[in-house]
C-alpha cells in the first residue's frame, strides 16, 4: 500500500514536470489587476490569491514535496539549504520548513499560511535548525559566522540589514530569488496578518515590507531570475492549491508595487501572452487537472477540503454543474460527497462576482486503501469540462504510546534543546512539545511542532517544563513524563571591555568605562525591548522578568542576560 502510494506520487510529478513548460497562466486569471498601480496593486493582487484551497494537511506535506520539491528525473530531494544528497521517499534528515518565519506571525496552525505550499519547503534539520527565524539578509563575512555549510550561511548581516535581529540567513546566489519572490508572495497573499516580529515587515497592507527588506528582496529578484525549478513548481502548487506566485509569473511586478515602475498601472496587456481574455465564459478556478489531495485518513474519520469556484463572463442565468464522477472500476465515487448545500451546482451570477462561491469537498472512507475520482465541473457556457482529481487513502486508526521525555540538552540563560524518546516502531507525522513557562509567578504554556525527538528552544525565560505527544492521523499519543528545565543560580552573563551587567530582581545595572551609545536590548527571538540612545555607568533599566540580548555599535559581541522578579 505504501509503494502504490508513493508509486501515484511520483508519477504525478513526473507529469506535472513534463507539462509545465507548455502550460499557461489560465485564461483571466490576473484581469483583476489590469491597470492597477501600488497600493491598489497589491490589494488587487491579495484578492486573486487569497483565498485559495487549502491542503489536505501539514503531516501530509512529505507527499506534496515528492511533486514539488525532487529533482527532474530524480529521486533526490531538492533542497535550497543544503546540498546533502538525500532521496525521496524517506524524508529521515529533512524537516517541514517555513521559508517565511511561522513564528512571525505567531505560529498559528489555524492560519492558512501554516499550510501554504508557496512557502513550505523541505530542508535539511541543521541547516534548518540554524537558520531558526532569522531575517534574509547579507552576511558580513568579516565578522562571526555562526553557521555555513555552501548553501547557507547564518552570521551578522552587513551594515542596514537585519532589522534589529541579532542574526540574518544568506541563502545561496542560485536560490535569492526563490527566496525574494517567495516573501513577496507571503506579504502580498498575508498582508492581513497581524505581525509578532517586524524584522522585515510592518504592520500595514501596504508596502508592509520595510524599507531595507524591500531593497534587498528587489535586488535578489532582480539577480537571480526565475528558474524552470521555480516554474514548474508553480504550477505543481497551482495544481493543489488553485493560486499561483504572481511574482514568478510576472517578476516585474514587484517593481511595480515597491520599485522603479511604483505609481505606474500595470497593464496586464504587456505582460501577458494571449490570455488576457474580457469576453468569453472562462472558469478562472479551478484549472484543469487539479488535485484535491485528502492525504490519509483513518478509517471512520472525515477529512474535508474546500474548493473555490470562480469564474469570468459565465452565461447569466445559468448555473456550472459539479458532479463526482463515478469510477466503477474503483467505485471512488462512494467515498466522496460534495457538501449537500450546493447541490452540485453554482449559479453563474455567483461564481461570476469577485469572492466567487467556496464548495466544501469530504472524504468519508469506507473501507481501506487508496481512492480516487474526479470531480467535474459544466455549463454555463465553458467549453467542455473541466476535471478536478480528488484522492485520499483509508489506514486503520493509530494506537500511539506516549514518548518518554529526557533531561533537556544545552541550557543556557536564553535556550535548551527538548529531547525524548519515541515508542519504539510507531509511524509518527510528528511531535507537539508542550510548554509550560513561569513566569512572574504565572504559568503560560505553549504548543510547539517537532519534526525530530529533539527541539531547540530559542526564547528560554529561566524557569519552564515540557511534555512530548507523537502526532499520527491527527490523531495525539498520552503526554510524556514531565521535564523541569532551569537557570536558577544564574545571576550574571557575559561582559565585555566597555560594559558588564548586573542583574537585579526587575532590572539590569549598566557599568561602563564611557557612555555607551545606541543601546538595543532584545529578547531572544529578535523582538525590540528598549532603544537608549545613551547609557551612563552605573544606570539601572527595569525590565519585566525574561531573557535579553543587549547590543550597541560600540560592543564587539551582544551581551546576554536574564533578569527575575525576585
Not at 14 to 41: F, H, Q, V, W
Request: net charge negative; charged share 15%; glycine share 8%.
Amino acid at each position: 500500500m505504501f509503494y502504490n502510494r508513493m508509486l501515484s506520487w511520483l508519477l504525478l510529478a513526473t507529469a506535472l514536470s513534463a507539462a509545465a513548460a507548455d502550460r499557461l497562466i489560465p485564461k483571466g486569471y490576473y484581469n483583476a489587476i489590469d491597470g492597477k498601480s501600488e497600493a491598489a496593486l497589491k490589494t488587487a493582487v491579495y484578492n486573486v490569491i487569497n483565498p485559495h484551497t487549502l491542503i489536505s494537511s501539514y503531516n501530509n506535506l512529505p507527499q506534496y514535496f515528492q511533486v514539488t520539491d525532487v529533482y527532474p528525473q530524480s529521486s533526490r530531494w531538492w533542497d535550497m539549504y543544503s546540498d546533502i544528497p538525500l532521496y525521496a521517499p524517506s524524508f529521515r534528515g529533512l524537516n517541514r520548513e517555513h521559508s517565511f518565519p511561522k513564528s512571525w506571525w505567531g505560529g498559528s496552525t489555524e492560519t492558512p499560511a501554516y499550510i501554504d505550499l508557496n512557502h513550505l519547503y523541505p530542508s535539511e534539520a541543521a541547516a534548518n535548525m540554524a537558520k531558526s527565524n532569522y531575517p534574509l539578509g547579507t552576511v558580513d563575512r568579516t565578522k562571526r559566522i555562526d553557521f555555513e555549510n555552501g548553501v547557507t550561511t547564518v552570521g551578522f548581516a552587513v551594515a542596514g540589514q537585519g532589522g534589529g535581529a541579532s542574526l540574518v540567513f544568506e541563502p545561496a546566489d542560485e536560490y535569492k530569488g526563490d527566496f525574494a519572490r517567495t516573501y513577496f508572495y507571503m506579504v502580498t497573499c498575508y498582508q492581513d496578518l497581524h505581525w509578532k516580529y517586524l524584522f522585515m515587515v510592518d504592520n500595514n497592507t501596504y508596502p508592509t515590507l520595510n524599507n531595507w527588506s524591500r531593497n534587498l528582496l528587489l535586488k535578489w529578484n532582480e539577480q537571480d531570475p526565475v528558474s524552470q525549478k521555480e516554474i514548474d513548481r508553480n504550477e505543481a502548487v497551482y495544481s493543489f492549491q488553485n493560486n499561483r506566485n504572481p511574482f514568478i509569473d510576472f517578476p516585474e511586478l514587484a517593481e511595480y508595487i515597491w520599485g522603479e515602475h511604483r505609481g505606474e498601472p500595470f497593464i496586464l496587456n504587456d505582460h501577458i501572452d494571449g490570455n488576457y481574455d474580457s469576453g468569453s465564459p472562462t472558469l478562472i478556478n479551478p484549472s484543469q487537472g487539479s488535485m484535491l489531495e485528502f492525504g490519509e485518513v483513518a478509517l471512520g474519520q472525515t477529512a474535508t477540503a474546500r474548493l473555490l469556484i470562480h469564474g469570468e463572463n459565465l452565461t447569466k442565468g445559468a448555473s456550472l454543474r459539479l458532479r463526482i464522477y463515478d469510477n466503477s472500476e474503483t467505485s471512488g465515487a462512494t467515498h466522496f460527497a460534495i457538501d449537500g448545500s450546493n447541490q452540485g451546482s453554482v449559479a453563474a451570477s455567483v461564481a461570476n462576482s469577485p469572492q466567487g462561491q467556496w464548495v466544501t469537498v469530504s472524504y468519508s472512507p469506507k473501507e481501506l486503501g487508496m481512492h480516487t475520482t474526479r470531480l467535474v465541473i459544466s455549463g454555463a457556457g465553458i467549453e467542455g469540462s473541466v476535471g478536478v482529481g480528488l484522492r485520499g487513502e483509508c489506514l486503520p486508526e493509530p494506537t500511539l504510546t506516549a514518548p518518554v521525555a529526557t533531561a533537556a540538552t544545552d541550557v543556557t540563560a536564553t535556550s535548551y534543546t527538548a529531547n525524548w524518546t519515541p515508542a519504539p516502531d510507531e509511524v509518527v507525522d510528528y511531535w507537539v512539545v508542550n510548554r509550560t513557562l513561569y513566569i512572574g509567578g504565572t504559568a503560560q504554556t505553549e504548543q510547539l511542532i517537532a519534526e525530530d525527538s529533539s527541539l531547540t528552544i530559542t526564547d528560554f525565560c529561566g524557569s519552564e517544563s515540557y511534555t512530548v505527544q507523537s502526532v499520527r492521523l491527527g490523531f495525539k499519543s498520552p503526554e510524556s513524563n514531565s521535564i523541569s528545565v532551569s537557570t536558577a543560580g544564574i545571576t550574571s552573563v557575559e561582559t565585555n571591555a566597555k560594559l558588564g551587567i548586573s542583574t537585579m530582581p526587575g532590572a539590569i545595572l549598566i557599568t561602563c568605562s564611557e557612555t555607551i551609545a545606541s543601546l538595543r536590548i532584545f529578547t531572544p527571538s529578535g523582538r525590540l525591548v528598549r532603544a537608549l540612545d545613551n547609557v551612563e555607568n552605573n544606570q539601572l533599566i527595569e525590565l519585566p522578568a525574561g531573557a535579553y540580548i543587549l547590543t550597541s555599535p560600540q560592543l564587539s559581541t551582544p551581551l546576554k542576560t536574564i533578569v527575575k522578579n525576585e
